[in-house]
Nanobody
């Protein structure tokens, strides 16, 4: 069983930045694919970014490319999502997820592929 705890959400003005963190309890954190998803009210949960196991590859949704950066510190069992140039449409609950399915990051973008989820952290971007 893996527990994931997100932090770092909050209220920020458009154009601002936030860094989300997700701490995992997994003993073999480096062997998990780690993903960030988000869900806005009335919308489906969407994959924002993925880091493959050991950080071998990354994936970004087109809507966040060039603005968001995923990184992981396997020594700290933590994955991060640096979000810059935030837009109103980035407002959502952001979830961290871990998958035991090992593949290139762009092949692990469906929520159903993930085995463990955090509780979510709210990100609100204001004008």
């Amino acid at each position: 069983q893996v527990q994931l705890v997100e932090s770092g959400g909050g209220l920020v003005q458009a154009g601002g930045s936030l860094r989300l963190s997700c701490a995992a309890s997994a003993r073999t954190f480096s062997s998990y694919t780690m993903g960030w998803f988000r869900q806005a009210p009335g919308k489906e949960r969407e994959c924002v970014s993925v880091s493959s196991y050991r950080g071998g590859s990354t994936y970004y949704a087109d809507s966040v490319k060039g603005r968001f950066t995923i990184s992981r510190d396997d020594a700290k069992n933590t994955v991060y999502l640096q979000m810059n140039s935030l837009k109103l449409e980035d407002t959502a609950v952001y979830y961290c997820a871990a998958a035991t399915f090992l593949a290139r990051a762009n092949a692990v973008v469906a929520a159903a592929q993930y085995d463990y989820w955090g509780q979510g952290t709210q990100v609100t971007v204001s004008s």
